[in-house]
């Protein structure tokens, strides 16, 4: 049965590390820390992209960019994501909406949300006013409470185009 609506969500989450720049939802924030991974390490951009895949029923980021391929070493994620979001537009989708939570202890998110959204917004092609990014410290609790890693959970809906 074909449906006008579908949901999707996605989670990330990477270690801070020493000596990496941390770039989250295409910005660069100044920081102690940055995010280890194979690619940016973007954390926020790595779940839009899971949501907006998963909304489709197009599988997850791993799958369609491995972190096991050179080509993706050090990859701007933003990259990542247009071309994701390129095949779900290509199956005849848009976005509704994507609201995002950024789980930091530190650094504020909130000074940088209107900069990550404009990102998101511009790579899925629809008006910044269809994009949320919010942010939660963990209340000093368990990995992420400790400023071990930074982790991000996005909700996304598309709509047959
Ligand atoms: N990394 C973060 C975490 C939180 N914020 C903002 O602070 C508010 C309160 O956070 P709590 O975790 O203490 O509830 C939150 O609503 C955000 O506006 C932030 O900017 N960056
Ligand atoms: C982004 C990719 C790209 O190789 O690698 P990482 O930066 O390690 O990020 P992760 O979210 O762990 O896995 C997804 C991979 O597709």
């Not at 980021?61 to 080509?71: N, S, V, Y």
């Not at 071309?83 to 930091?104: F, I, L, P, Q, S």
């Not at 629809?126 to 000093?140: D, F, L, P, S, Y």
């Not at 990995?143 to 982790?151: F, N």
């Amino acid at each position: 049965m074909t449906f006008a609506f579908r949901v999707g969500q996605g989670f990330d989450v990477h270690a801070l590390v020493t000596g990496r720049p941390l770039i989250i939802g295409g910005v660069t924030i100044p920081h102690t820390h940055g995010l280890q991974g194979h690619s940016d390490a973007d954390v926020l951009l790595h779940a839009v992209t899971d949501a907006v895949l998963g909304a489709a029923g197009l599988g997850d980021i791993g799958r369609h960019f491995p972190d096991t391929d050179p080509a993706y070493k050090g990859a701007d994620s933003r990259v990542l994501l247009r071309a994701a979001w390129g095949k779900v537009r290509e199956a005849g989708w848009r976005v509704v909406n994507v609201d995002a939570t950024v789980h930091a202890q530190a650094p504020k998110i909130g000074p940088h949300a209107a900069a990550m959204v404009a990102n998101i917004a511009a790579d899925l092609e629809v008006e910044a006013g269809a994009v949320n990014v919010k942010a939660k410290t963990n209340e000093h609790l368990g990995y992420l409470g400790r400023k071990e890693g930074i982790a991000a959970t996005v909700v996304a809906l598309i709509a047959r185009a």
